[in-house]
T-cell receptor, first 117, second 116 residues
Framework: AQSVAQPEDQVNVAEGNPLTVKCTYS??????LFWYVQYPNRGLQFLLK??????LVKGSYGFEAEFNKSQTSFHLKKPSALVSDSALYFC???????????????FGTGTLLAVQP | ETGVTQTPRHLVMGMTNKKSLKCEQH?????MYWYKQSAKKPLELMFV???????ENNSVPSRFSPECPNSSHLFLHLHTLQPEDSALYLC???????????????FGEGSRLTVL
């Protein structure tokens, strides 16, 4: 069965330092991977996705993610964290069993990123 | 400001009440979704509609009843809910294409439901 794991409930980082939020996946076939961010009392916002091509994907707000097939990972990174990056981050994988015009995503449990001033 | 609007943002109801959650997308998408978000749990996909036809129903209890009258609107009708149904209910939409759709989902801001 398809699944996504986010091993850290919370990540703490000082402002200006690089950050990494980890994600590993298990999926049959080619993985389609996504990162979303959720600010307090808001819905999820799309950050970036990996479909094919270059393993390093660049997204919104200076975030990027690296697809590593051998390690089945898709870690989210940013070179220099901001206090405003503090939020809940979700990794997701597309369920390949659903074809057609829908994009069924399986989400991880989320990682709370706390950036200290 | 997102292109997916959910109302109401907050709802408190008793176990015997009947209420509905509404979702409207202004993005011209052809697929809509209901997700349930509970604390410390992964987002749970409840229903998926493609071109107004339900294509997924993830063993959701019958006290939740979805309705998709057109490609822009999605409802979730609620009746005789339980306290454990208290959660944030998120609506999303996406644009499907021929073959495998990999378009991202656009989410609304959610409806926070509390069942007393």
């Amino acid at each position: 069965a398809q699944s996504v794991a986010q091993p850290e409930d919370q990540v703490n980082v000082a402002e200006g330092n690089p950050l990494t939020v980890k994600c590993t996946y298990s999926v049959s076939g080619n993985p389609y991977l996504f990162w979303y961010v959720q600010y307090p009392n808001r819905g999820l916002q799309f950050l970036l996705k990996y479909i094919t091509g270059d393993n390093l994907v660049k997204g919104s707000y200076g975030f990027e993610a690296e697809f590593n097939k051998s390690q089945t990972s898709f870690h989210l990174k940013k070179p220099s964290a901001l206090v405003s990056d503090s939020a809940l981050y979700f990794c997701a994988v597309r369920d390949p069993s659903m074809g057609g015009a829908t994009n069924k995503l399986i989400f991880g449990t989320g990682t709370l990123l706390a950036v200290q001033p | 400001e997102t292109g997916v609007t959910q109302t109401p943002r907050h709802l408190v109801m008793g176990m015997t009440n009947k209420k509905s959650l509404k979702c409207e997308q202004h993005l011209g998408h052809n697929a809509m979704y209901w997700y349930k978000q509970s604390a410390k749990k992964p987002l749970e996909l409840m229903f998926v509609y493609s071109l107004e036809e339900r294509v997924e129903n993830n063993s959701v209890p019958s006290r939740f009843s979805p309705e998709c009258p057109n490609s822009s609107h999605l409802f979730l009708h609620l009746h005789t809910l339980q306290p454990e149904d208290s959660a944030l209910y998120l609506c999303a939409s996406s644009q499907g294409t021929r073959g495998v759709s990999t378009g991202e989902l656009f989410f609304g801001e959610g409806s926070r439901l509390t069942v007393l």
